[in-house]
């Protein structure tokens, strides 16, 4: 009969935990907690190795579905006989279209139906500067959630025994996206992988526990450009943004 090489060999813990029932057993929430978070800290560990995180599917870019599709100029305080040949949608809204992405924690993200999203600068008219503006997602955790017996008839505040997760949705300027943020390998690697933000983002993705270089958790749905104007056509082309997605 073969044996191993090592015997007894060396056995090392992984990070998910579970609870080892017992009848009679004084079961506490976080008993409960823990072993509800089992199975989803063994999907974690499977969505960060195999799939890492970014978009999966869906969250198209559009212009607003209120404006029927109107354009005008990109600069409405262009003189007559001007170029008017740049074209924008009319107003600072975006659609973004229902999808699901994995955050960098290994957790689902996803808008069940379309949003529309205002992008509006602080200045207006002619004095809007453009620019690329960058749209994000994060899953965010409801510390209470409304349910229709979740009240307490004396005005107290109740003890909500069910929660929801949200979903929120940030614009940042091109140059000041946060840290980690995860988004499409890029086409040409960097030559220092240290640099690499994608990379350092991979590194840990592979390890156990927490994942510390995760950040606050946002996935980049894509960029669009504005002008005076609105949003241009060509920055919701089809080509774009999509072309920094995962």
């Not at 969250?59 to 100029?73: N, Q, R, V």
């Not at 949608?89 to 808008?111: H, M, R, S, W």
């Not at 450009?225 to 995962?246: F, H, T, W």
Request: charged share 25%.
């Amino acid at each position: 009969m073969n044996k191993p090489f090592s015997d007894p060999g060396t056995v090392y813990p992984m990070s998910a935990e579970s609870v080892n029932f017992k009848n009679g057993m004084i079961v506490t929430a976080d008993d409960l907690g823990t072993a509800m978070m089992y199975p989803v800290s063994l999907m974690q560990t499977v969505n960060r190795a195999v799939f890492g995180c970014g978009v999966v599917c869906g969250f198209e870019l559009k212009p607003d579905p209120e404006l029927c599709g109107k354009t005008a100029p990109c600069d409405p305080c262009a003189k007559e006989g001007s170029d008017g040949s740049t074209l924008a949608y009319p107003n600072f809204i975006v659609q973004i279209g229902k999808g699901t992405a994995l955050d960098c924690a290994g957790l689902p993200i996803e808008i069940c139906k379309p949003q529309r999203f205002d992008l509006a600068p602080e200045t207006c008219g002619c004095d809007t500067e453009g620019g690329t503006v960058c749209i994000l997602v994060r899953r965010v955790s409801a510390p209470e959630a409304p349910r229709g017996d979740c009240c307490d008839p004396a005005g107290a505040v109740p003890a909500c025994s069910r929660q929801r997760d949200h979903v929120e949705i940030r614009a940042f300027t091109g140059d000041k996206l946060p840290d980690h943020v995860c988004m499409r390998e890029p086409d040409q690697p960097s030559d220092d992988d240290c640099s690499d933000q994608r990379a350092s983002l991979c590194d840990c993705l592979k390890s156990c526990g927490d994942c510390d270089c995760c950040g606050e958790g946002w996935v980049l749905l894509g960029c669009v450009e504005l002008c005076a104007g609105g949003i241009k056509v060509e920055s919701l082309a089809d080509n774009r943004p999509y072309q920094l997605r995962q």
